[in-house]
């Protein structure tokens, strides 16, 4: 099993930056693949990033590619994500999670891939 805890959410202006990171514990972590999804009200939940296990491997939205940068290390077991150059349409609930290291039919992007989910964290972005 894996536990996430999402931080460094809060309220920044248009063209600003922040960090997310999400703490993991569990013996799984270091084989999972680790997501980003975000959920706007009265929106779907929304892949942002994906990273594998050994993070030589990532995949980003269109939405946030070039503006943002998915890091994990896996001795703390923690995942980063830094978001540049933000928009109020980057205002969502953040969620990280992880798929167990599970084979999977869904691919990075699908949020049934993934088992674990953290609690999420409100970013919100003023224009």
């Known amino acids: 099993q894996v536990q996430l805890v999402e931080s460094g959410g809060g309220l920044v202006q248009a063209g600003g930056s922040l960090r997310l990171s999400c703490a993991a514990s569990g013996r799984t972590f270091r084989r999972s693949t680790m997501g980003w999804f975000r959920q706007a009200p009265g929106k779907e939940r929304e892949f942002v990033v994906a990273i594998r296990p050994s993070g030589g491997s990532t995949v980003y939205a269109d939405s946030v590619k070039g503006r943002s940068t998915i890091s994990r290390d896996n001795v703390k077991n923690t995942v980063s994500l830094q978001m540049n150059s933000l928009k109020p349409e980057d205002t969502a609930v953040y969620y990280c999670?992880?798929?167990?290291?599970?084979?999977?039919?869904?691919?990075?992007?699908?949020?049934?891939?993934?088992?674990?989910w953290g609690q999420g964290t409100q970013v919100t972005v003023s224009s």
């Open positions: 999670a992880a798929d167990g290291g599970s084979y999977s039919d869904f691919d990075y992007s699908t949020p049934q891939r993934y088992i674990y």
